[in-house]
């Protein structure tokens, strides 16, 4: 047998070296059940495509068999708060004590810094960080 050569490509080849969003979403739904986690809330940043997260996030409760308590969405305005009163106030809003946060790594640090100050970010809370460009960094997040 002869080997076949491979079809001569065109274009470009993309290859994504991270997981997708929704693929980090459906572990941590699938982590969420296993512990009978089912009330939460979303938090997002401003960061293109938190309008697809916070879509995806109401597909998989939507779709699901799983009496899921979705307890709504807060979108953070980041760059008009640099002293991140208004980021406190509206975390304090939310009742949920598991928190699907969507961002970048910088803004991550900004939230729970947030979150932190308002007493928000210690044990019996839950923060789960979905986002492309989280990790690496050549230092650990401060918070």
Not at 11 to 37: A, K, N, P
Not at 113 to 131: E, N, Q, S, T
């Amino acid at each position: 047998a002869t080997p076949v050569p491979p079809p001569q490509e065109r274009g470009s080849t993309f290859l994504q070296l991270g997981s997708s969003t929704e693929q980090q979403l459906r572990v941590i739904f699938e982590l969420l059940e296993e512990y009978d986690w089912t009330s939460f809330a979303v938090v997002t940043t401003l960061r293109p495509g938190y309008e697809d997260f916070v879509d995806y996030v109401e597909v998989l409760t939507d779709s699901s068999f799983i009496g899921w308590e979705h307890r709504g969405v807060v979108t953070l305005n980041l760059t008009d708060d640099p002293e991140g009163a208004r980021t406190r106030r509206a975390l304090r809003e939310v009742s949920a004590q598991i928190r699907l946060l969507y961002c970048s790594r910088d803004e991550a640090e900004a939230v729970f810094r947030a979150a932190r100050d308002a007493g928000l970010a210690g044990p019996g809370y839950v923060w789960f960080v979905v986002g492309t460009n989280l990790g690496g960094g050549e230092r650990p997040p401060e918070h």
